[in-house]
């Protein structure tokens, strides 16, 4: 859903402002998240989706106890993640987040709630292998974020305008904390999907537009 990730460079300046140490844990993530998004593209079954995305739980947690088998994804997770002391089992709810859109057919506010508290985890665990602060608002940012780009992927006109509700509620709190230095990388994340609200409904964002640039640049110089 996430879409290409070569193909955008505001994720790669993102990226650039997590501590060089951290970058491959949070790019591990986002490549997890890739993975599960592209699992749903090309799913049509539920039943087929829900059995591939079990596959992916049951691999996730066996990370705490067994070497990462053969899949580029997890191997990333094991060398970046899991060697920084996270918990495989810590990544387990952003499959279950992914999961809601194969197991409901009706997306009310009560399952958006679910998905992006389990996708926005990937937020959470990714503030702890980078060493962010825990006033920075993870669980916020990685919700939000979830929500916005969940929003413009929905064709339920109802449902993605309760997306976007939702999204901007908690971005709003998100982009309005003081970031840590280690979690500003999550912040410019949340900044990018705060202003991928304000694309027309229909339209893409307007990416490497000079005022989302320049709105990352501050965010890196200033926290905020």
């Given at each position: 859903m996430t879409g290409d990730p070569a193909a955008n460079p505001e994720r790669s300046l993102a990226l650039s402002y997590a501590p060089p140490a951290a970058r491959r844990a949070l790019e591990a993530l986002l490549g997890l998240d890739d993975a599960l998004a592209q699992l749903l593209r090309t799913t049509r079954e539920p039943a087929v989706g829900q059995l591939r995305l079990a596959w992916w739980r049951e691999a996730l947690a066996k990370l705490d106890g067994e070497p990462a088998p053969a899949e580029p994804v997890l191997q990333a997770l094991e060398r970046a993640v899991i060697a920084s002391g996270v918990q495989g089992t810590s990544l387990v709810p952003i499959v279950h987040g992914w999961e809601v859109l194969v197991e409901e057919t009706i997306l009310d506010r009560d399952a958006l709630r679910r998905f992006g508290g389990g996708r926005g985890q990937l937020f959470v665990v990714a503030g702890a292998a980078m060493g962010a602060s825990p006033r920075d608002p993870l669980a916020a940012a990685g919700q939000g974020w979830a929500l916005a780009d969940l929003a413009r992927h929905l064709r339920v006109p109802a449902e993605a305008m309760?997306?976007?509700?939702?999204?901007?509620?908690?971005?709003?709190?998100?982009?309005?904390?003081?970031?840590?230095?280690?979690?500003?990388?999550?912040?410019?994340?949340?900044?990018?999907?705060?202003?991928?609200?304000?694309?027309?409904?229909?339209?893409?964002?307007?990416?490497?537009?000079?005022?989302?640039?320049?709105?990352?640049?501050?965010?890196?110089?200033?926290?905020?």
């Open positions: 309760e997306a976007r509700a939702m999204a901007s509620a908690l971005l709003d709190q998100a982009t309005a904390a003081r970031w840590s230095r280690n979690g500003r990388a999550l912040g410019a994340l949340a900044h990018l999907a705060r202003l991928d609200l304000r694309a027309p409904e229909g339209s893409e964002p307007p990416i490497g537009a000079p005022h989302r640039v320049g709105r990352l640049f501050w965010h890196r110089l200033t926290g905020r």
